[in-house]
């Protein structure tokens, strides 16, 4: 039996053994089959579960501390690791550090089985008269241990530690262990209700806060960075922090705080995972305080129960469950699913038709009932045939589009969707984050290259906040359609929730119909800001058209040719961390696309369903064309390709609508320039179609104009 992680919040009970497990395969040297006795689930397999990771390939067994028994009948605990052995940090005793380091549970499979197969050198036997559930903890405690092992104190030392947590208690009971005072600030009460038996069996303090100050010793034991800031207050002079527990991405700490360090001459030191020595050294530790703890083991349970357990363990508001092997029954499989939304799910719905459903019911083919007489009247105007190129198409098309031989555009709209990335925090731009407000703030002011264009060719253009991390000051030309300060870092999670999907398409939508309700359009550019959102764009591109990651990926911001390396490596992990249905428009943007991506589909969708043209720019707006396409096909008709980006991908999505770009300046600053650019085309199609003479009405011989 085994829980196997198949995808994002499916954890699968599988009586089948993965290949590389069954007793008939080779095992790699070094390695060994092992039988799993029990293992716990900590929130990092939880954050697997639900969130996944950059690195993490499916199907992975996770668990990592874990108790197992080898051939021979020794019980080991387990290093999670598999390092190099070779590197400075192996040679030096601090292999938690090594470059190559393969982690079970991660990169290779855990303790959520029956069986597992391990690295030799992993193995640390653990004595008869230690209990199998309590040593679930020696990983745990060996990072203590690490922490700790990088600090100076003297016996009696005040130490505070931030979070009443399994790490916050296990750190704390530890700190007690060396002759240190601790005192564990938690800010749930909740919480220190639910761990008051291991407070009151060891004596241990916790509070919501404190107003002593002064403490010798800092460590944080939760991820809260509000926590971290506080600790820097709270140290003495000549004080150390432990920064044990990482922080929460993306949050400032003020200079003036950090101020503290220099004037109190604080030191901080990093402390991450443990070394097979921290783990040894926990044996001794677990065997003198057994009965503690067992105090922080909410339950131990049947393998079969972990799927239940997994959104328990992600709350942080319990402290260890173990899986025993040996309590394996007969129980029915679960699989926890996360339910993907599909067209025709949505659109089957029995409630009242939502204004998306309405939208895409509302969008039919371009009708070719003209198709005839337009091109018949373009092809007999004063020119040899074909001669305007393009021109003549796009003539044909926007008769075709107003269903009027006679088209004509008085009334041009352009929106610029901005929104913010989480995939940024993977280094995949060469400009940071904030750039994107600053350019918003740019467009409102009237300074960026799309406003230059917009004034030029009397095009009205509004700027829609979608997903922004930054509050606007309210302006005329703006609307605010934010659904989130921006999207989470799909490369380890998805991109947005299925709620988000539909608030952001509908969002979309609005724009254009309130605009439209106004002042029908007779023509809408659409363009784009948002720092990352080349890489959100390249990887739809690939889900939907099948290139490869190498392919689609460009410099977008202007990466060097390493940043470009990274970036392709970044979408090629991304793709293989998500399942994605590559018909399924709505799933590919819940996944891996952004907020103003889905708000340009949307407004692609309501443009079509009002029977107007439709101008996308370059390789992020046509990426939202694409997602358009997918969700209705008959929204083509409607699609003009303005202009050919440098950015590659653009040559497979457009390849699989099957449009070709109307001009190729070698452009790719996005915005919605070329897509302003194609609207004074556009328009110079409609006017060749209407003033320009025909043969007869200028009295011209057919034959006198060369072919």
């Known amino acids: 039996m085994k829980m196997v992680l198949t995808r994002l919040g499916n954890l699968e009970i599988s009586q089948d053994l993965k290949k590389g497990d069954e007793k008939t395969d080779k095992i790699e040297s070094g390695f060994i089959r092992t039988i799993v006795l029990c293992c716990a689930i900590c929130r990092t397999d939880a954050k697997m579960w639900e969130q996944g990771h950059r690195d993490l390939v499916f199907p992975r067994v996770l668990g990592h ?30 292999e938690n550090l090594c470059k190559d380091m393969k982690i079970t ?11 597992a197969v391990l690295p030799q050198e992993s193995l640390i036997p653990i004595p008869d008269d230690l209990d199998s559930h309590v040593a679930c903890f020696a990983e745990p405690i060996g990072c203590v241990i690490n922490a700790f092992e990088k600090l100076n104190f003297k016996d009696k030392d005040k130490i505070l530690i931030y979070g ?43 509070t919501k806060t404190t107003h002593e100050g002064e403490f010798e010793l800092v460590i944080n034991a939760c991820a809260d960075f509000i926590a971290f800031c506080q600790g820097i207050a709270k140290v003495s002079k000549a004080g150390q922090i432990s920064f044990f527990s990482g922080i929460s991405k993306n949050e400032h700490i003020e200079t003036n705080l950090l101020n503290l360090v220099h004037y109190k001459e604080a030191r901080i030191s990093g402390a991450y995972g443990l070394t ?13 305080h057994e009965s503690q703890l067992k105090l922080l083991i909410e339950e131990v349970l049947a393998p079969q129960r972990a799927p239940e357990l997994m959104a328990k363990v992600l709350s942080g508001k319990y402290l260890k469950y173990i899986l025993d092997f040996g309590l394996a029954d007969d129980m029915p499989e679960m699989n926890h699913r996360l339910e993907i939304l599909s067209v025709d799910r949505l659109l089957e719905n029995p409630a009242p038709e939502s204004l998306w459903q309405r939208v895409i019911k509302n969008i039919t083919p371009l009708p070719n009932r003209l198709l005839a007489a337009a091109t018949a009247k373009i092809d007999n105007k004063t ?7 393009r021109m003549e198409d ?38 940071p984050s904030e750039v994107t407000a600053q350019m918003v703030d740019n467009f409102l002011n009237g300074g960026a290259a799309i406003n230059v264009l917009c004034r030029h060719h009397d095009i009205i253009m509004k700027v829609v906040d979608m997903g922004v991390n930054h509050e606007f000051t309210p302006h005329p030309d703006l609307l605010i359609k934010k659904v989130a300060k921006g999207t989470k870092n799909f490369a380890i999670e998805d991109a947005m929730t299925e709620h988000q999907v539909i608030i952001a398409l509908e969002n979309g939508m609005t724009c254009f119909l309130d605009a439209f309700d106004n002042n029908p359009i007779d023509i809408v550019g659409l363009g784009e800001m948002g720092i990352g959102n080349t890489s959100s764009a390249a990887a739809i591109i690939c889900v939907i058209t099948g290139i490869g990651p190498s392919q689609a990926t460009g410099r977008g911001t202007g990466v060097d040719d390493k940043g470009l390396a990274h970036k392709t490596g970044v979408i090629e992990k991304v793709l293989n961390f998500h399942t994605i ?28 369903s009002k029977k107007t043209a439709v101008v996308l720019d370059g390789v992020i707006s046509t990426a939202a064309g694409l997602l358009a396409y997918v969700i209705n ?27 070709v770009p109307l001009i190729d300046f070698n452009m790719r600053l996005g915005e919605g320039t070329g897509a302003a650019i194609a609207i004074d085309m556009a328009e110079a199609a409609c006017k060749i179609m209407t003033q320009m003479a025909s043969f007869d009405e200028a009295k011209v011989a057919r034959s006198s104009i060369k072919s």
């Open 65 to 94: 501390e874990m108790v197992v028994r080898d051939h021979i009948g020794q019980r080991h605990i387990v290093w999670p690791g598999k390092s190099c052995g070779a590197c400075t940090f192996c040679k030096t005793g601090r």
């Open 105 to 115: 549970g991660f990169h290779r499979d855990g303790g959520f089985a029956e069986m």
């Open 164 to 206: 009443c947590g399994t790490m916050g208690l296990i750190t704390a009971l530890y700190a007690r262990h060396l002759g240190l005072v601790p005192l564990i600030i938690e800010k749930n009460e909740t919480k220190i209700n639910h761990v008051a038996p291991f407070l009151e069996a060891t004596g241990i303090l916790c």
């Open 276 to 288: 097979r020595e921290h783990m040894k050294k926990a044996i001794p530790f677990m065997q003198a």
């Open 383 to 389: 020119k040899p045939l074909g001669a305007l190129g």
């Open 394 to 431: 796009l003539a044909v098309q926007m008769s075709l589009i107003q269903n009027d031989l006679n088209p004509k555009i008085q009334n041009k709209s352009l929106f610029v969707f901005a929104g913010d990335h989480g995939i940024t925090e993977e280094g995949v731009s060469a400009y």
């Open 581 to 608: 249905d590559a018909s399924n428009g709505f799933e590919i943007l819940q996944k891996i696309g952004g907020f103003e991506i889905a708000g340009i589909a949307g407004a692609v969708l309501a443009a079509a």
């Open 633 to 659: 096909p008959a929204v083509k008709g409607y699609l003009i390709s303005g202009h050919k980006s440098v950015e590659q991908a653009q040559k497979a999505a457009l390849g699989h609508m099957d449009l």
